[in-house]
């Protein structure tokens, strides 16, 4: 099992509707959890910090559940500038990296007209 | 503001080649990273460094050497260049291990 896995895609979304993806990570004691976002042949931008308490930046939303050891990102009212590769991030799930973050593998998402 | 700057942004190497490829940050961030990203591989840590004069190996080590001699600077280094390390090359940094990572914007590289 990978340490943070996510489901590849691609999520086709039509524009203005809304998509929610999940990540899962393997090490429950995890403290950091970030979302990123990458556009093709780009490097990685930081999209947002996910929260105990779950928390919303705009049309984005991300939650946190400890119990089933996974993390989600809602968009609403989908753009077609939101049409990237999304990238889970969580601390401490890889023994060589010490505490340090673990990203998974980026679930594709692409808005049409 | 250039946070984050890697040089070269593309290369061509024949195998066995050696190269350096140079990160730079100018917000005093204690941690830098170097990562490789391949298709269908996500982000693997290579080597990081929590401070100026340390180093160590991440995920995928093995075939790297790196060096952090001014704390602004994190250099990667391929002694013997193969196939299998053609790659695209980030390097980021943070303030320390559990905060956002700020990235370059990589380094292309081919082994032919």
């Known amino acids: 099992r990978k340490e943070v896995e996510q489901d590849p895609g691609p999520f086709n979304v039509p524009e203005g509707a809304t998509v929610a993806f999940n990540c899962t990570y393997s090490?429950?004691?995890?403290?950091?959890f970030f979302w990123y976002r990458q556009d093709c042949r780009k490097e990685p931008k930081l999209l947002m910090s996910v929260y105990s308490s779950g928390n919303e930046d705009g049309r984005f939303t991300a939650q946190l559940n400890r119990a089933s050891q996974y993390i989600s990102l809602l968009i609403r009212d989908s753009k077609l500038s939101d049409s990237a590769t999304y990238l889970c991030?969580?601390?401490?799930?890889?023994?060589?990296?010490?505490?340090?973050?673990?990203f998974g593998g980026g679930t594709r998402v692409l808005v049409k007209p | 503001n250039a946070g984050v700057t890697q040089t070269p942004k593309f290369r061509v190497l024949k195998t066995g080649q050696s190269m350096t490829l140079l990160c730079a940050q100018d917000m005093n961030h204690e941690y830098m990273y170097w990562y490789r990203q391949d298709p269908g591989m996500g982000l693997r840590l290579i080597h990081y460094?929590?401070?100026?004069?340390?180093?160590a190996k991440g995920e995928v080590p093995d075939g790297y050497n790196v060096s952090r001699l001014k704390k602004q600077n994190f250099l990667l280094g391929l002694e013997s260049a193969a196939p299998s390390q053609t790659s695209v090359y980030f390097c980021?940094?943070?303030?320390?291990?559990?905060?956002?990572?700020?990235f370059g914007d990589g380094t292309r590289l081919s082994i032919l």
């Open positions: 090490n429950s004691a995890s403290q950091s």
């Open positions: 460094s929590v401070g100026e004069g340390t180093t």
């Open positions: 980021a940094s943070s303030y320390s291990e559990n905060q956002p990572q700020h």
């Open positions: 991030v969580v601390n401490g799930q890889i023994k060589a990296a010490g505490n340090k973050l673990t």
